[in-house]
């Protein structure tokens, strides 16, 4: 069975520091992993896409990991601010019929 | 900005009523999905299209019933809503960008059935 796990589930940090989030997946076979910020009443809003190919992608203060081979994603924020508090929820696409696995996501609350 | 809308963005209702929510996407996206998500849950996919005349069930069981008769729109219609219903639903639409799918998320209705 297709399996997203997420760690930590939430996470509370003081605003100006660095925090890292985990995804390992079972999904197979592998497509492509995403990372989306989900703020509280809303959809989701895509971060970043990984392929199989890449092992890191940044998008401005959010660095994204992908080890293939250990089934690993990180999302990591730099000098964070209060509207980074969110879910961030990691996303995981099989090749066959593109259907997506979603991990429960983690909480991250950013306080001044 | 993905231009991908739903109405309402939040409904309260009572039990035995029949509900329709709304999902419209300017984008000429064929794909659309539906998905459910509980407060701090993950999403489950309940419904799917992959074009006009085209629905599917998806992983998680619904009661909800779907129809696409224009690619723009993809209503889900509850007949008789339940308390067990209470939950937000995410309607989302995709195409392929870059080689690769891409999901384009609504703002959500929010849902609860007294």
């Known amino acids: 069975k297709n399996q997203v796990e997420q760690s930590p589930q939430s996470l509370i940090i003081l605003e100006g520091k660095n925090c890292t989030l985990q995804c390992n997946y079972t999904v197979s076979p592998f497509s492509n992993l995403r990372w989306y910020k989900q703020d509280t009443g809303r959809g989701p809003v895509s971060l970043t896409i990984?392929?199989?190919?890449?092992n890191t992608k940044s998008n401005g203060r959010y660095t994204a990991t992908l080890d293939a081979d250990t089934k690993q994603s990180s999302l990591h924020i730099t000098a964070s601010q209060l509207s980074d508090s969110a879910s961030y929820i990691c996303?995981?696409?099989?090749?066959?019929?593109?259907?997506?696995?979603f991990g429960g996501g983690t909480r991250l609350m950013v306080k001044p | 900005e993905a231009d991908i809308y739903q109405t309402p963005r939040y409904l309260v209702i009572g039990t035995g009523k029949k509900i329709t929510l709304e999902c419209s996407q300017t984008?000429?996206?064929?794909?659309m999905y539906w998905y459910q998500q509980d407060p701090g849950m993950e999403l489950h996919l309940i419904h799917y299209?992959?074009?006009?005349?085209?629905?599917e069930k998806g992983d998680l069981s619904s009661e909800s019933t779907v129809s696409r008769i224009r690619t723009e729109h993809f209503p889900l219609t509850l007949e008789s809503a339940r308390p067990s219903h209470t939950s937000q639903y995410l309607c989302?639409?995709?195409?392929?960008?870059?080689?690769?799918?891409?999901?384009?998320f609504g703002p959500g209705t929010r849902l609860l059935v007294l």
């Open positions: 989302a639409s995709s195409a392929r960008l870059n080689g690769e799918e891409t999901q384009y």
């Open positions: 299209s992959y074009g006009v005349n085209s629905t």
């Open positions: 984008m000429g996206h064929d794909k």
């Open positions: 990984m392929t199989f190919s890449e």
């Open positions: 996303v995981v696409s099989a090749r066959a019929g593109n259907m997506l696995t």
